[in-house]
C-alpha cells in the first residue's frame, strides 16, 4: 500500500527531534510491562516476589515446563482458538450481510436498527450477564440445546458483542465501494447476493480482515462472561490464566511465562495481517 | 473525505478471477423476486437481527424487568416470585444523601474523570504515533508491530503485569521514582488510597490507546497527497501541514472513534476488577465495578439492575448529544 | 407508522422476555429432588492444593474407590475460588448447576437463604451417620442457628500465630506471645533495620472481616444482633478495629507496605524473614514453596486479651473452612447423599484433611495421629475449644464487603500516616452499616 509522503521537502529539525522523542517514550511505555513479563518469567519464585531487579540474578526456563503442569493450558488454548475463531467467522458474515442491506437498499426501519445496534454498545455487561445465563438454561431446558456451559453459547455470545461495531465499520467501508461496480454485474447477469461476494467483498478485504481484528480480540480477552458461562471443559484463556493465582500462592514467573507463550501466535498473525489492516480500519469510520 | 482508497482495478482483476469459478456459485439458491424486490435487505438483516435479540435486547428486558423487583438472595433461587418494589431501587440508588445514593455518586463521578483522562490520552498518544509514522523512515515498521502489542495481550496478563508493577515495596514504579530517581521521600502506594486512579488511568491509556493509534494511522493513508503536495507550493512548513490538512482531516474519523472509546472506558469492568479485585480503593471506585459489587457481590440484583439502567440512560443522553453536536453541518451532505 | 412498528417490535421482545423470565428459576419449585438418574453425579470442588490440576490428581481415585463402591459415576470439576462464587449465584439463579458441590463456610447462611440447598435436618444427617460425628462450632458454621444446617463441614482449619524463631532468639523472645500486649511489645522489639513484627493482608476483605470478627468477640461485641440487624458501631466493634489498625497505626509493628497486600504478599514476607510473625490459617504448604524450612518457624495460638484461650471473650480463630453442600433439585437425590457420606467418612477425611493440610470436622478422624503434629495440633485445639463461626446472616457477604472495605480504607489512611482516632474508625463504620440493606 502507498504511503503518501506528506511534503517532498525534507523535514526540519524540530520535527525529528519530536518524532524521535515522542517515538522513544511511546515505545518505552509499551514495552516496560512487556519487559516486566519477560523478565520475571525467567526468574524462579523466590527472585519474583521479592524487590523488583532490572536484571535477573538467577535465570530458570523452569517457569515455562511448570506452566503445562499447573493449569490445563494447552486445553485452554484450543478453547479460546475454537471460541475467538468461529466467532470471528460468524460475526464477519453476518455483520457483512447487515452492512450490504443498509449500505445498498433503502428501506423502512434502516435507522431504527443502525441506533440500536450503536445503543447496545451501552449496556454495561453486568446489567445482561445473569439474564443471558437464565435464557440460555431456559432454551436448553426446552429445546435440549446445551448453551450454557457449552462453547456454542460463548460463540454465540461473543460475536453478538462484536457485531455492533463490525456493522457499523463495514456500513462505513461498503458506503466508499462504488455502486457502478456492483451495478455493472448485476447488468452482467448477477443477483444482488452474488453482486455482493463477487464485487463488493472482494474489494472491501482490508475493511473485512480489520473487523476480523477487532472480532478475534473481542472474544479473546473477555473475562466476566466466561468466568460463568464455561466450565473445566470449555474454559478459555482469559479466565484460564487465573488459575495461576490460588488460594494462598501466585505463581507469578508462571502467570507470565503463560501469557507470553500464549500471545506469541496472536502477535504473530496481527503482524501477518497489519498490512490490510492499516488499510482497514477506518474507512468504515471515514463515512 | 468519503473517498477510500481502493483500486478498481483490483477488484475488477478479482472479479475475473471469481467468475473463473463461477461454478460453485450457482449453487446459491436463486431468491424469488417478491421477495428480492422488498424483502431482500430484511433477509440480510435476520440473522443479526436475531442474535441482538437473543444476546442484547431480551437480556437488557429482562435486566429492566428485575430494576423494578426485590431480588435478593431470598429470591433468585426463584425470582418469578420476587416482591415487585416499584421504584424503591431507583430511589435508594439517587438519593444522594443517603451512603448507597453518595457512594454511587461519587462512583460516577470517579468514573467521568477516568474516562475523560483514559479517553483523552488514549486519543492523544493514538494521534501523536500515527503521525509520527505516516512518513516512511526506517525502524517504522518495526515500530507499528511495537506499539499494536497491548492490544494482542490478554487483558488478564497486561492488567496483572501492572498491578504487578504497581506494588509499593517490591514493584518497578516506585523502584524507578523512589530508589533510583529519589523522587519521592516515601514509596507511595498506587493500587490503594489516592493514586490509585493515576494507577487506573494509566494501565487503561496503555491497553486502549494502540486500538485509536490503528484506526488513526488508517485514516490518514485516505488523506490525498495532492492536499499536502499543494500545500508545500504554498509553502506551508511541516507543522503548519499538520495542522491545516491532517488534523482537519482526522475528524469523521474522531468522531466514531472517540464515542466507541468513551462507551467501552466508561463501562469497562475488566481493568479495575483484575487490577483493585472486588473491593476497588474510593478513588479509583469505577461504576462498573460499583455495579458489580452492588449485585453479585451483595447478593441484591436488583438494586444493581438499577443502577445499570440510570447508567444506560445517562450514556444515551451523552451520546445523543454527542452525535447531535458533532453531526451538526456534515447531516446535510450524508442523507 | 415507524413509531408504530417499534412499538410491537418492543412489545414481542417484552413478551418473549417475560415467558423467559416466566419459567427462569421455575426447576426449584418442585423442590425435594428425585432420582432419576441414580447412576451419575456432578460435583463442584473448590480449589484447595497447590492448583487445579493438582486437584484432579488427588482426588480421582477417591472418585473411582466411590464409584466402585456404588457404581455412581462422579463427574469432578475444580472450579477456581475466583469463579466459585458466580458461578453458584448463576446456578442458583437458573436451577441448572451441579448435585454436590463446595462452598466456602461463610457463604452457608446466604445460600440456605435461597432455599437452594437441601437442609441437613435429623434425618438427613442420620442418612450420613448423624450430626454427632462433627465438631460442634464446625456444624455452626453451616447456617443460622435453630435451622437445619445447609451444608455439611468438609474441611475445617484455624487461625493461628505463626512465627519465625531466629527472629525471635535474635531479639531475645523466648515465648511467643500470649496477649495483645505481649504480641505489641515483641513486635517492637522485632521492628527494627527494615524488618518488621507482624505481617497482615490489608486489601484482602476476606481477611479483614476474619480478624476484627475474632477481636470483636474479644471485645464482647458481635457485628450483628440477636435478630440479624447489624450493630457495626458498637463500642466493642468499633474498639475492635481500631486496636487492629492500630497495630500500624500507633504500635508500628505492621509494616505500612501491608495496607496494599491482598495477595499473600505477607506470607512472602514472612518466608523470606522480613517480618516475624503472621496471623494465619495452615500455611506451611506456601511457606515450603517460598523455601522457608519447617525447623525454622513455630506455631502459637492467637492472643486473647487473657492470654488464656477459651470461648466468649477468649475467642482467638473464626472458624475457617470448606461445607459441602447438595443442590435441592438434583436428580439423584440419595447418590448425592450417599457421596457425601463417602466423602465425611473417617477414611476419606483422614486422607483429604491430610492432603490439603487442613483440620477435619470429624472427631473421629482428627484423632488420628497425623493431626497431632506440633503445627496441626495448635489448629485443631483452637478448632475445638476457642473458634467461633462468623455471624451466619443472610446478608454475610455484604458484611464483608462493607466492614472489610471500611477496615481497608482505614489500613489506607494508616499507612499513609494520617491519624486512626476512635471517631474516624466509629465514621467508617457507620457509613459501612448504613450501606447494609435489610
Given at each position: 500500500m502507498p504511503s503518501p509522503a506528506r511534503s517532498p521537502m525534507a523535514a526540519p529539525q524540530s520535527f525529528l527531534w519530536t518524532r524521535r522523542v515522542v517515538l522513544t517514550l511511546l515505545a518505552g511505555f509499551v514495552l516496560l510491562p512487556v519487559y516486566v513479563m519477560i523478565s520475571s518469567s525467567l526468574k524462579p519464585l523466590q527472585d519474583v516476589s521479592g524487590k523488583f531487579q532490572w536484571v535477573p540474578t538467577r535465570l530458570t526456563v523452569q517457569p515455562y515446563f511448570d506452566i503445562w503442569e499447573t493449569v490445563p493450558l494447552a486445553e485452554y488454548f484450543v478453547n479460546s482458538l475454537i471460541v475467538a475463531g468461529s466467532a470471528t467467522v460468524l460475526s464477519v458474515v453476518i455483520a457483512v450481510f447487515s452492512a450490504y442491506a443498509v449500505s445498498r437498499y433503502s428501506f423502512r426501519g434502516k435507522r431504527v436498527f443502525t441506533v440500536t445496534v450503536l445503543s447496545?454498545?451501552?449496556?454495561?455487561?453486568i446489567l445482561f450477564l445473569l439474564p443471558l445465563f437464565l435464557i440460555f438454561v431456559n432454551i436448553g431446558n426446552s429445546t435440549g440445546l446445551a448453551l450454557y456451559g457449552s462453547r456454542g453459547g460463548l460463540i454465540l455470545t461473543y460475536l453478538t458483542f462484536s457485531l455492533p461495531f463490525s456493522i457499523w465499520m463495514l456500513i462505513g467501508y461498503f458506503d466508499s465501494i462504488p455502486k457502478d461496480l456492483d451495478e455493472a454485474a448485476m447488468v452482467d447477469g448477477c443477483g444482488p447476493i452474488r453482486a455482493l461476494f463477487r464485487v463488493v467483498v472482494p474489494a472491501a478485504v482490508p475493511g473485512i480482515v480489520a473487523v476480523s481484528v477487532y472480532a478475534f480480540m473481542t472474544a479473546w480477552g473477555e473475562v466476566l462472561f466466561a468466568s460463568v458461562m464455561t466450565n473445566d471443559a470449555t474454559r478459555t484463556l482469559a479466565v484460564g490464566l487465573q488459575g495461576y493465582a490460588t488460594q494462598n500462592d501466585v505463581y507469578w514467573n508462571q502467570v507470565m511465562a503463560a501469557s507470553l507463550v500464549v500471545s506469541v501466535p496472536v502477535v504473530a498473525g496481527f503482524l501477518l495481517l497489519q498490512r490490510y489492516l492499516v488499510a482497514g480500519l477506518t474507512a468504515g469510520a471515514v463515512k | 473525505m468519503t473517498a477510500v482508497t481502493t483500486d478498481p482495478r483490483a477488484a475488477e482483476s478479482d472479479r475475473e478471477r471469481s467468475t473463473g469459478t463461477g461454478g460453485a456459485r450457482r449453487r446459491l439458491p436463486r431468491i424469488p423476486d417478491r421477495i428480492r424486490r422488498g424483502g431482500l435487505p430484511y433477509l440480510l438483516l435476520l440473522p443479526a437481527v436475531l442474535l441482538e435479540l437473543l444476546i442484547h435486547l431480551i437480556p437488557m428486558i429482562i435486566g429492566i424487568v428485575m430494576s423494578f423487583r426485590q431480588l435478593t438472595q431470598f429470591y433468585i433461587n426463584n425470582w418469578g416470585g420476587a416482591p415487585w418494589t416499584g421504584l424503591d431501587n431507583y430511589s435508594i440508588a439517587v438519593d444522594f444523601n443517603a451512603p448507597i445514593g453518595e457512594a454511587l455518586l461519587h462512583s460516577f463521578l470517579v468514573t467521568c474523570v477516568f474516562t475523560f483522562f483514559a479517553v483523552g490520552l488514549s486519543w492523544l498518544f493514538g494521534v501523536a504515533a500515527a503521525i509520527m509514522l505516516q512518513e516512511n523512515f526506517r525502524g517504522r515498521g518495526f515500530l507499528r508491530a511495537v506499539f499494536l502489542v497491548p492490544y494482542a495481550l490478554p487483558v488478564y496478563a497486561a492488567v496483572i503485569t501492572w498491578a504487578f508493577m504497581f506494588q509499593r515495596d517490591n514493584g518497578l514504579v516506585n523502584h524507578v521514582?523512589?530508589?533510583?530517581?529519589?523522587?519521592?521521600?516515601q514509596p507511595s502506594f498506587w493500587l490503594i488510597g489516592d493514586n490509585s486512579i493515576y494507577a487506573l488511568i494509566i494501565v487503561s491509556v496503555w491497553k486502549g490507546w494502540p486500538f485509536a493509534f490503528l484506526m488513526l494511522m488508517a485514516a490518514l493513508q485516505n488523506i490525498p497527497r495532492e492536499l499536502y503536495e499543494a500545500a508545500s507550493i504554498d509553502g506551508a512548513g511541516i507543522w503548519q501541514q499538520i495542522r491545516r490538512i491532517t488534523l482537519p482531516s482526522l475528524r469523521p474519523v474522531n468522531q466514531v472513534l472517540v464515542l466507541v472509546l468513551f462507551l467501552w472506558t466508561f463501562n469497562d469492568f475488566n481493568t479495575p476488577y483484575v487490577l483493585f479485585g472486588k473491593s476497588a480503593p474510593e478513588n479509583a471506585d469505577l461504576i462498573s465495578i460499583h455495579i458489580y459489587q452492588s449485585s453479585f457481590v451483595t447478593w441484591n440484583f436488583g438494586s444493581g439492575s438499577a443502577m445499570s439502567v440510570l447508567l444506560l440512560l445517562f450514556l444515551l443522553v451523552v451520546t445523543a448529544v454527542y452525535l447531535f453536536l458533532t453531526s451538526r453541518g456534515r447531516r446535510g451532505a450524508d442523507a | 407508522m415507524r413509531h408504530l412498528r417499534a412499538a410491537a417490535a418492543v412489545t414481542l421482545a417484552i413478551a418473549v422476555a417475560a415467558g423467559v423470565t416466566g419459567c427462569g428459576g421455575g426447576t426449584s419449585s418442585s423442590g425435594g429432588g428425585s432420582n432419576e438418574s441414580p447412576k451419575t453425579l456432578t460435583y463442584w470442588a473448590s480449589?484447595?492444593?497447590?492448583?487445579i490440576e493438582a486437584d484432579k490428581k488427588i482426588l480421582a481415585p477417591e472418585l473411582k474407590k466411590f464409584e466402585e463402591e456404588t457404581g455412581i459415576k462422579v463427574k469432578l470439576e475444580v472450579v477456581p475460588w475466583a469463579d466459585l462464587l458466580n458461578r453458584i449465584l448463576a446456578a442458583t439463579t437458573s436451577g441448572q448447576g451441579p448435585d454436590v458441590l463446595n462452598i466456602g463456610n461463610t457463604w452457608s447462611a446466604s445460600l440456605q437463604a435461597t432455599g437452594a440447598l437441601l437442609p441437613w435436618d435429623e434425618k438427613n444427617f442420620e442418612s450420613i451417620g448423624g450430626r454427632d460425628r462433627f465438631v460442634d462450632s464446625a456444624v455452626a458454621s453451616a447456617g443460622k442457628e435453630g435451622e437445619p444446617p445447609a451444608a455439611v463441614p468438609l474441611y475445617s482449619l484455624a487461625y493461628a500465630l505463626y512465627y519465625n524463631k531466629a527472629m525471635f532468639a535474635e531479639a531475645g523472645i523466648t515465648e511467643p506471645p500470649a496477649t495483645w500486649d505481649q504480641l505489641v511489645a515483641d513486635g517492637k522489639k522485632l521492628s527494627k533495620d527494615g524488618k518488621w513484627g507482624l505481617g497482615a493482608e490489608g486489601a484482602n476483605l476476606s481477611n479483614n472481616i476474619h480478624q476484627v470478627f475474632v477481636l470483636g468477640k474479644q471485645h464482647a461485641a458481635d457485628f450483628f444482633d440477636e435478630s440479624g440487624k447489624a450493630t457495626f458501631t458498637s463500642d466493642g466493634a468499633v474498639a475492635a478495629v481500631k486496636q487492629y489498625v492500630d497495630l500500624m497505626a500507633e504500635d508500628k509493628v505492621i509494616a505500612p507496605g501491608n495496607a496494599e497486600y491482598a495477595q499473600n504478599q505477607s506470607l512472602t514476607d514472612f518466608a523470606k524473614g522480613r517480618t516475624a510473625m503472621v496471623l494465619w490459617q495452615a500455611a506451611a504448604s506456601t511457606f515450603a514453596a517460598q523455601g522457608m524450612k519447617p525447623e525454622d518457624w513455630g506455631v502459637a495460638p492467637v492472643p486473647v486479651r487473657s492470654g488464656t484461650p477459651g470461648t466468649g471473650t477468649h475467642t482467638n480463630s473464626m472458624v475457617a473452612g470448606i461445607n459441602m453442600a447438595v443442590f435441592k433439585n438434583t436428580k439423584n437425590i440419595d447418590g448425592a447423599k450417599k457421596f457425601v457420606k463417602f466423602m465425611t467418612s473417617d477414611a476419606e477425611q483422614k486422607l483429604l484433611n491430610k492432603t490439603y493440610g487442613s483440620i477435619p470436622p470429624v472427631k473421629a478422624a482428627q484423632a488420628d495421629a497425623a493431626f497431632a503434629a506440633p503445627d496441626l495440633k495448635v489448629l485443631r485445639d483452637t478448632l475445638s475449644t476457642s473458634a467461633a463461626p462468623l455471624p451466619q446472616v443472610p446478608n454475610e457477604s455484604q458484611f464483608e464487603t462493607a466492614v472489610g472495605t471500611a477496615v481497608k480504607e482505614l489500613w489506607a489512611e494508616a499507612a499513609a500516616g494520617k491519624p486512626i482516632t476512635t471517631e474516624t474508625v466509629k465514621a467508617r463504620l457507620d457509613k459501612a452499616q448504613q450501606t447494609m440493606q435489610q
Amino acid at each position: 500500500m502507498p504511503s503518501p509522503a506528506r511534503s517532498p521537502m525534507a523535514a526540519p529539525q524540530s520535527f525529528l527531534w519530536t518524532r524521535r522523542v515522542v517515538l522513544t517514550l511511546l515505545a518505552g511505555f509499551v514495552l516496560l510491562p512487556v519487559y516486566v513479563m519477560i523478565s520475571s518469567s525467567l526468574k524462579p519464585l523466590q527472585d519474583v516476589s521479592g524487590k523488583f531487579q532490572w536484571v535477573p540474578t538467577r535465570l530458570t526456563v523452569q517457569p515455562y515446563f511448570d506452566i503445562w503442569e499447573t493449569v490445563p493450558l494447552a486445553e485452554y488454548f484450543v478453547n479460546s482458538l475454537i471460541v475467538a475463531g468461529s466467532a470471528t467467522v460468524l460475526s464477519v458474515v453476518i455483520a457483512v450481510f447487515s452492512a450490504y442491506a443498509v449500505s445498498r437498499y433503502s428501506f423502512r426501519g434502516k435507522r431504527v436498527f443502525t441506533v440500536t445496534v450503536l445503543s447496545t454498545q451501552m449496556f454495561p455487561g453486568i446489567l445482561f450477564l445473569l439474564p443471558l445465563f437464565l435464557i440460555f438454561v431456559n432454551i436448553g431446558n426446552s429445546t435440549g440445546l446445551a448453551l450454557y456451559g457449552s462453547r456454542g453459547g460463548l460463540i454465540l455470545t461473543y460475536l453478538t458483542f462484536s457485531l455492533p461495531f463490525s456493522i457499523w465499520m463495514l456500513i462505513g467501508y461498503f458506503d466508499s465501494i462504488p455502486k457502478d461496480l456492483d451495478e455493472a454485474a448485476m447488468v452482467d447477469g448477477c443477483g444482488p447476493i452474488r453482486a455482493l461476494f463477487r464485487v463488493v467483498v472482494p474489494a472491501a478485504v482490508p475493511g473485512i480482515v480489520a473487523v476480523s481484528v477487532y472480532a478475534f480480540m473481542t472474544a479473546w480477552g473477555e473475562v466476566l462472561f466466561a468466568s460463568v458461562m464455561t466450565n473445566d471443559a470449555t474454559r478459555t484463556l482469559a479466565v484460564g490464566l487465573q488459575g495461576y493465582a490460588t488460594q494462598n500462592d501466585v505463581y507469578w514467573n508462571q502467570v507470565m511465562a503463560a501469557s507470553l507463550v500464549v500471545s506469541v501466535p496472536v502477535v504473530a498473525g496481527f503482524l501477518l495481517l497489519q498490512r490490510y489492516l492499516v488499510a482497514g480500519l477506518t474507512a468504515g469510520a471515514v463515512k | 473525505m468519503t473517498a477510500v482508497t481502493t483500486d478498481p482495478r483490483a477488484a475488477e482483476s478479482d472479479r475475473e478471477r471469481s467468475t473463473g469459478t463461477g461454478g460453485a456459485r450457482r449453487r446459491l439458491p436463486r431468491i424469488p423476486d417478491r421477495i428480492r424486490r422488498g424483502g431482500l435487505p430484511y433477509l440480510l438483516l435476520l440473522p443479526a437481527v436475531l442474535l441482538e435479540l437473543l444476546i442484547h435486547l431480551i437480556p437488557m428486558i429482562i435486566g429492566i424487568v428485575m430494576s423494578f423487583r426485590q431480588l435478593t438472595q431470598f429470591y433468585i433461587n426463584n425470582w418469578g416470585g420476587a416482591p415487585w418494589t416499584g421504584l424503591d431501587n431507583y430511589s435508594i440508588a439517587v438519593d444522594f444523601n443517603a451512603p448507597i445514593g453518595e457512594a454511587l455518586l461519587h462512583s460516577f463521578l470517579v468514573t467521568c474523570v477516568f474516562t475523560f483522562f483514559a479517553v483523552g490520552l488514549s486519543w492523544l498518544f493514538g494521534v501523536a504515533a500515527a503521525i509520527m509514522l505516516q512518513e516512511n523512515f526506517r525502524g517504522r515498521g518495526f515500530l507499528r508491530a511495537v506499539f499494536l502489542v497491548p492490544y494482542a495481550l490478554p487483558v488478564y496478563a497486561a492488567v496483572i503485569t501492572w498491578a504487578f508493577m504497581f506494588q509499593r515495596d517490591n514493584g518497578l514504579v516506585n523502584h524507578v521514582l523512589h530508589d533510583q530517581l529519589g523522587l519521592t521521600d516515601q514509596p507511595s502506594f498506587w493500587l490503594i488510597g489516592d493514586n490509585s486512579i493515576y494507577a487506573l488511568i494509566i494501565v487503561s491509556v496503555w491497553k486502549g490507546w494502540p486500538f485509536a493509534f490503528l484506526m488513526l494511522m488508517a485514516a490518514l493513508q485516505n488523506i490525498p497527497r495532492e492536499l499536502y503536495e499543494a500545500a508545500s507550493i504554498d509553502g506551508a512548513g511541516i507543522w503548519q501541514q499538520i495542522r491545516r490538512i491532517t488534523l482537519p482531516s482526522l475528524r469523521p474519523v474522531n468522531q466514531v472513534l472517540v464515542l466507541v472509546l468513551f462507551l467501552w472506558t466508561f463501562n469497562d469492568f475488566n481493568t479495575p476488577y483484575v487490577l483493585f479485585g472486588k473491593s476497588a480503593p474510593e478513588n479509583a471506585d469505577l461504576i462498573s465495578i460499583h455495579i458489580y459489587q452492588s449485585s453479585f457481590v451483595t447478593w441484591n440484583f436488583g438494586s444493581g439492575s438499577a443502577m445499570s439502567v440510570l447508567l444506560l440512560l445517562f450514556l444515551l443522553v451523552v451520546t445523543a448529544v454527542y452525535l447531535f453536536l458533532t453531526s451538526r453541518g456534515r447531516r446535510g451532505a450524508d442523507a | 407508522m415507524r413509531h408504530l412498528r417499534a412499538a410491537a417490535a418492543v412489545t414481542l421482545a417484552i413478551a418473549v422476555a417475560a415467558g423467559v423470565t416466566g419459567c427462569g428459576g421455575g426447576t426449584s419449585s418442585s423442590g425435594g429432588g428425585s432420582n432419576e438418574s441414580p447412576k451419575t453425579l456432578t460435583y463442584w470442588a473448590s480449589n484447595q492444593g497447590p492448583s487445579i490440576e493438582a486437584d484432579k490428581k488427588i482426588l480421582a481415585p477417591e472418585l473411582k474407590k466411590f464409584e466402585e463402591e456404588t457404581g455412581i459415576k462422579v463427574k469432578l470439576e475444580v472450579v477456581p475460588w475466583a469463579d466459585l462464587l458466580n458461578r453458584i449465584l448463576a446456578a442458583t439463579t437458573s436451577g441448572q448447576g451441579p448435585d454436590v458441590l463446595n462452598i466456602g463456610n461463610t457463604w452457608s447462611a446466604s445460600l440456605q437463604a435461597t432455599g437452594a440447598l437441601l437442609p441437613w435436618d435429623e434425618k438427613n444427617f442420620e442418612s450420613i451417620g448423624g450430626r454427632d460425628r462433627f465438631v460442634d462450632s464446625a456444624v455452626a458454621s453451616a447456617g443460622k442457628e435453630g435451622e437445619p444446617p445447609a451444608a455439611v463441614p468438609l474441611y475445617s482449619l484455624a487461625y493461628a500465630l505463626y512465627y519465625n524463631k531466629a527472629m525471635f532468639a535474635e531479639a531475645g523472645i523466648t515465648e511467643p506471645p500470649a496477649t495483645w500486649d505481649q504480641l505489641v511489645a515483641d513486635g517492637k522489639k522485632l521492628s527494627k533495620d527494615g524488618k518488621w513484627g507482624l505481617g497482615a493482608e490489608g486489601a484482602n476483605l476476606s481477611n479483614n472481616i476474619h480478624q476484627v470478627f475474632v477481636l470483636g468477640k474479644q471485645h464482647a461485641a458481635d457485628f450483628f444482633d440477636e435478630s440479624g440487624k447489624a450493630t457495626f458501631t458498637s463500642d466493642g466493634a468499633v474498639a475492635a478495629v481500631k486496636q487492629y489498625v492500630d497495630l500500624m497505626a500507633e504500635d508500628k509493628v505492621i509494616a505500612p507496605g501491608n495496607a496494599e497486600y491482598a495477595q499473600n504478599q505477607s506470607l512472602t514476607d514472612f518466608a523470606k524473614g522480613r517480618t516475624a510473625m503472621v496471623l494465619w490459617q495452615a500455611a506451611a504448604s506456601t511457606f515450603a514453596a517460598q523455601g522457608m524450612k519447617p525447623e525454622d518457624w513455630g506455631v502459637a495460638p492467637v492472643p486473647v486479651r487473657s492470654g488464656t484461650p477459651g470461648t466468649g471473650t477468649h475467642t482467638n480463630s473464626m472458624v475457617a473452612g470448606i461445607n459441602m453442600a447438595v443442590f435441592k433439585n438434583t436428580k439423584n437425590i440419595d447418590g448425592a447423599k450417599k457421596f457425601v457420606k463417602f466423602m465425611t467418612s473417617d477414611a476419606e477425611q483422614k486422607l483429604l484433611n491430610k492432603t490439603y493440610g487442613s483440620i477435619p470436622p470429624v472427631k473421629a478422624a482428627q484423632a488420628d495421629a497425623a493431626f497431632a503434629a506440633p503445627d496441626l495440633k495448635v489448629l485443631r485445639d483452637t478448632l475445638s475449644t476457642s473458634a467461633a463461626p462468623l455471624p451466619q446472616v443472610p446478608n454475610e457477604s455484604q458484611f464483608e464487603t462493607a466492614v472489610g472495605t471500611a477496615v481497608k480504607e482505614l489500613w489506607a489512611e494508616a499507612a499513609a500516616g494520617k491519624p486512626i482516632t476512635t471517631e474516624t474508625v466509629k465514621a467508617r463504620l457507620d457509613k459501612a452499616q448504613q450501606t447494609m440493606q435489610q
